[in-house]
């Protein structure tokens, strides 16, 4: 190998060690941190989850939760591009074989009372 090689390795290499990492955190720690949770919304990308805030710093965490009921008898699903599509709960529920406590509330979601399972990634903004 060359010396001009050589020495361009070695550049790109310094140049990715010392480029700045994206922060992520979980939500729980954020949580334990005292951060508050707005209400649901999208993203840039246009997922949907809660900003996260306390003081000058905030975070974006999107959700995980695939399905939410809504209401006493509606059930909605989500999509990773951050629509919700209408499902039929009946036949969700007869499929699964009744009822599901660990699905969410959609009524929660939106007013960003959310538990740590309904919540993946969380990235700065």
Aim: hydrophobic share 40%.
């Amino acid at each position: 190998m060359s010396r001009s090689f050589r020495y361009a390795v070695l550049g790109v290499v310094l140049a990715v060690l010392g480029a700045p990492a994206a922060h992520a955190e979980s939500f729980s720690a954020l949580g334990k941190q005292g951060y508050a949770v707005g209400p649901m919304g999208q993203g840039k990308s246009g997922a949907l989850g809660w900003v996260v805030s306390k003081g000058g710093s905030k975070f974006f965490c999107r959700l995980r939760a695939s399905s939410a009921y809504s209401g006493g008898n509606g059930m909605v699903g989500f999509t990773t591009s951050g629509r919700m599509i209408k499902m039929n709960r009946a036949v969700y529920e007869a499929t699964i074989g009744g009822h599901d406590p660990s699905i969410p509330q959609l009524a929660d979601l939106k007013a960003g009372r959310v538990r740590p399972a309904d919540v993946g990634a969380c990235s700065k903004i």
